[in-house]
C-alpha cells in the first residue's frame, strides 16, 4: 500500500541558507501535519493543513512556512536556519477529519552545520 | 491543554519477559490513543490504537493496551519480548475529529537483555 513519502530523505545546509523539504501524502489523504522531533525529543507539532488550508499552528518558528498545494502535497520551507533547526521532520496524513489516525512517513532529516 | 506522561524515560527488560510502558494522558474531551514505536533514525509506526468500545485493544507484534478512563492511563503490554523490540516508544493523545493532530510523550526507550 502506498505510504506517505517525504523527500529529501537527508538534507545538509550551512547556518543561514534555506531548505525545503516535501510531502506526498496517502493518495486520497486531505490533511497533513509536519512535526520536528530534536535528537532524544518527542516530535513537536509544527502545522497542519486541511484541504489546502491551514488547520492549526503549533510551535513553528516565524522563519518557517509551508503550505499545501492543489495535489494535496506539501513543503515546508525554511529560512536563516540556525543549529538548532538540526532534527528529523516527520509529515503525517489522514483522511477526512474522523478517524485522528495519522500516518506518518520516514521523516527527512535536516542538518545544519 | 492535552499532555501526555510517560513516567519511565528507559526500561530494562529480559528477552522472553513481559513487559509494560506507562503511560498517563490529560484531556479535556474524548480522548483518541495510541501507541508508536520508532527504531533508531527511523519513522514513527502505529502499534495500535484506541477509539471507542473495547477497552482492551491489540495491536500489532503482539502488543495490546488497554484503556482505563478512570485511571487516565493507556498502558502498552506484551507479554514475552523479543530483542527486536528495542526502540522508543512514544504514547499520543489526539483529539476525537483529528483536527489537532497528536501530542506525543517524551518516549520511553525499551533496552532487552539477552
Known amino acids: 500500500a502506498a505510504g506517505v513519502i517525504q523527500s529529501p530523505r537527508h538534507l545538509i545546509k550551512e547556518k543561514r541558507e534555506t531548505a525545503t523539504l516535501k510531502c506526498y501524502p496517502i493518495p486520497r489523504h486531505d490533511t497533513v501535519y509536519w512535526y520536528q522531533q530534536g535528537p532524544g525529543q518527542d516530535p513537536q507539532f509544527l502545522i497542519s493543513f486541511y484541504e489546502k488550508m491551514q488547520s492549526d499552528k503549533g510551535s513553528i518558528p516565524d522563519r518557517f512556512s509551508a503550505q499545501q498545494f492543489s495535489d494535496y502535497h506539501s513543503e515546508l520551507n525554511m529560512s536563516s536556519l540556525e543549529l538548532g533547526d538540526s532534527a528529523l521532520y516527520f509529515c503525517?496524513?489522514?483522511?477526512?477529519?474522523?478517524?485522528?489516525?495519522?500516518?506518518f512517513g520516514e521523516g527527512s532529516r535536516l542538518t545544519v552545520l | 491543554a492535552q499532555s501526555v506522561t510517560q513516567p519511565d524515560i528507559h526500561i530494562t527488560v529480559s528477552e522472553g519477559a513481559s513487559l509494560e510502558l506507562r503511560c498517563n494522558y490529560s484531556y479535556g474531551a474524548t480522548p483518541y490513543l495510541f501507541w508508536y514505536v520508532q527504531s533508531p533514525g527511523q519513522g514513527l509506526q502505529l502499534l495500535l490504537k484506541y477509539f471507542s468500545g473495547d477497552t482492551l485493544v491489540q495491536g500489532i507484534k503482539g502488543f495490546e493496551a488497554e484503556f482505563k478512563r478512570s485511571q487516565s492511563s493507556f498502558n502498552l503490554r506484551k507479554p514475552s519480548v523479543h530483542w527486536s523490540d528495542a526502540a522508543e516508544y512514544f504514547c499520543a493523545v489526539g483529539a476525537a475529529g483529528g483536527a489537532d493532530g497528536l501530542t506525543f510523550g517524551k518516549g520511553t526507550h525499551l533496552i532487552i537483555q539477552p
Open positions: 503525517a496524513s489522514l483522511f477526512g477529519r474522523n478517524t485522528g489516525e495519522l500516518f
